[in-house]
């Protein structure tokens, strides 16, 4: 028969000098055991975070998506050249500074007429919208501009005279609301609206001048 196994002494206890009591050990132990716990919860969590963020990457990635443009810009001068051969009569695009953008250029249609239309977005950040209406006269002029009335003539050279249009003509003294521009050339009328400044209708509309100057006989 083995003789009975030794038992353990008590442990010493650093700080005190002697052995720790029964009620100590227990203690030890019992303090050992939560932070255990809580190391193991803590893990977990961060186990569990990173197997969600691994499934969520994966469905991110396995899921087809539409290509998205990261560019809103339209490169109105290009699609002015492609539409050309849709029309009849050249069509004008003017020359604009790389400050001027467009999001909106485009072969449209107004009452059964053609019309191409670009919107620019200003070096001020607002818009102005171009249309050459092919075919247009001055009722089709004053059903486009709705109740704008001609507020003045506006002379930009190339002996091209701008017609200047407001929505509100008792707006004595000030920038009209509204502002817009027209004019006519190759049987077609030009038109401007929007919300740029009077300063940057004028700029368009005598690059719109000098293009037109260019395909005059």
């Known amino acids: 028969m083995a003789p009975p196994k030794a038992s353990k002494p008590p442990r010493d206890v650093a700080e005190l000098g002697r052995p720790e009591t029964p009620e100590?050990?227990?203690?030890?132990?019992?303090e050992n055991s939560r932070q255990y716990r809580a190391r193991k919860t803590v893990n977990n969590l961060i186990y569990?975070?990173?197997?969600?963020?691994g499934v969520v990457a994966i469905?991110?990635?396995?899921?087809?998506?539409?290509?998205?443009?990261?560019?809103?810009?339209?490169?109105?001068?290009?699609?002015?050249?492609?539409?050309?051969?849709?029309?009849?009569?050249?069509?004008?695009?003017?020359?604009?500074?790389?400050?001027?953008?467009?999001?909106?250029?485009k072969i449209d249609r107004v009452d059964?007429?053609?019309?191409?239309?670009?919107?620019?977005?200003?070096?001020?950040d607002e818009y102005i919208t171009y249309r050459q209406v092919f075919g247009a006269d001055q009722a089709e002029l004053r059903r486009i501009l709705e109740d704008r009335v001609p507020a003045g003539d506006l002379?930009?050279?190339a002996g091209q005279t701008w017609t200047t249009f407001a929505l509100n003509?008792?707006?004595?003294?000030?920038?009209?609301?509204?502002?817009?521009l027209a004019t006519f050339a190759f049987e077609d009328a030009f038109i401007l609206t929007g919300s740029g400044t009077v300063e940057e209708f004028a700029e368009l509309?005598?690059?719109?001048?000098?293009?037109?100057a260019q395909v005059t006989p």
């Not at 003509?169 to 817009?180: F, H, K, M």
């Not at 509309?205 to 037109?212: F, G, K, P, Q, V």
């Open 112 to 124: 059964g007429l053609p019309v191409w239309k670009v919107n620019f977005l200003t070096p001020t």
């Open 169 to 180: 003509s008792d707006n004595q003294g000030a920038e009209p609301v509204d502002y817009a």
């Open 59 to 105: 469905i991110f990635f396995a899921v087809p998506r539409p290509d998205i443009p990261k560019n809103w810009e339209v490169d109105y001068a290009a699609v002015g050249v492609e539409a050309q051969s849709s029309v009849e009569g050249p069509l004008i695009t003017p020359d604009m500074p790389a400050a001027w953008r467009a999001n909106v250029a």
């Open 24 to 30: 100590e050990t227990a203690v030890r132990k019992a």
């Open 48 to 53: 569990s975070l990173l197997a969600t963020l």
């Open 205 to 212: 509309a005598r690059a719109l001048t000098a293009s037109i």
């Open 155 to 157: 002379a930009l050279g």
